[in-house]
T-cell receptor
Framework: AQSVTQLDSHVSVSEGTPVLLRCNYS??????LFWYVQHPNKGLQLLLK??????LVKGINGFEAEFKKSETSFHLTKPSAHMSDAAEYFC???????????FGSGTRLQVQP | GAVVSQHPSRVICKSGTSVKIECRSL??????MFWYRQFPKKSLMLMAT?????????EQGVEKDKFLINHASLTLSTLTVTSAHPEDSSFYIC????????????????FGPGTRLLVL
């Protein structure tokens, strides 16, 4: 069984300040981990993914995440928030057997001007 | 990049009618597609795994006679909500894996833009 916990349902930052969205996972296997972003009335977009290669993963739009097995964490970070980053972010763990995805509950990122 | 489309994007129907939602992979072949449901301000819940040429695999608690899935080709899966009722109103999202990808790329799912269903 696998699960993913997003520790914050809502995060608010000022434009130009760092972003940290927290995610912890539980998996019986060596997991595949993803971060997806969902803008209002838009489809889900893949930000980045970890599939047992480098533990520090760089994604699109300046986002990156670090896989820490000892902490079972996969936190998403960005050095400087932009207004266009305001959206819902989902941490996702992949089941390598069924290839199904399990979504976290989501974190809504608000960026203040 | 890989593109997945859904049609329709929005549908309003009367209670008791059936609604079909299409999910297409536009520039790749997908032996496996997934159907999710998203309630307002909630996360995505996996409903079923659609396998090309075979029966879909439903998650626990999802009625297979209510949500009919057909994956007739490598680029098309359909979800039919039969005898829809207001409680079926939701945002339905499909995703697809690229059958031609290997290694880490094979783990990536590409999501459609979603279909908003409102049952009156």
């Amino acid at each position: 069984a696998q699960s993913v916990t997003q520790l914050d349902s809502h995060v608010s930052v000022s434009e130009g300040t760092p972003v940290l969205l927290r995610c912890n996972y539980s998996s019986s296997y060596s997991p595949s981990l993803f971060w997806y972003v969902q803008h209002p009335n838009k489809g889900l977009q893949l930000l980045l993914k970890y599939t047992s290669a480098a533990t520090l993963v760089k994604g699109i739009n300046g986002f990156e995440a670090e896989f820490k097995k000892s902490e079972t964490s996969f936190h998403l970070t960005k050095p400087s928030a932009h207004m266009s980053d305001a959206a819902e972010y989902f941490c996702v763990v992949g089941d390598t057997g069924r290839r199904a995805l399990t979504f976290g509950s989501g974190t809504r990122l608000q960026v203040q001007p | 990049g890989a593109v997945v489309s859904q049609h329709p994007s929005r549908v309003i129907c009367k209670s008791g009618t059936s609604v079909k939602i299409e999910c297409r992979s536009l520039d790749f072949q997908a032996t496996t597609m997934f159907w999710y449901r998203q309630f307002p301000k909630k996360s995505l819940m996996l409903m079923a795994t659609s396998n090309e040429g075979s029966k879909a695999t439903y998650e626990q608690g999802v009625e297979k006679d209510k949500f009919l899935i057909n994956h007739a080709s490598l680029t098309l899966s359909t979800l039919t909500v039969t005898s829809a009722h207001p409680e079926d109103s939701s945002f339905y999202i499909c995703s697809a894996r690229d059958a031609g990808a290997s290694g880490g790329a094979a783990e990536t799912q590409y999501f459609g833009p979603g279909t908003r269903l409102l049952v009156l």
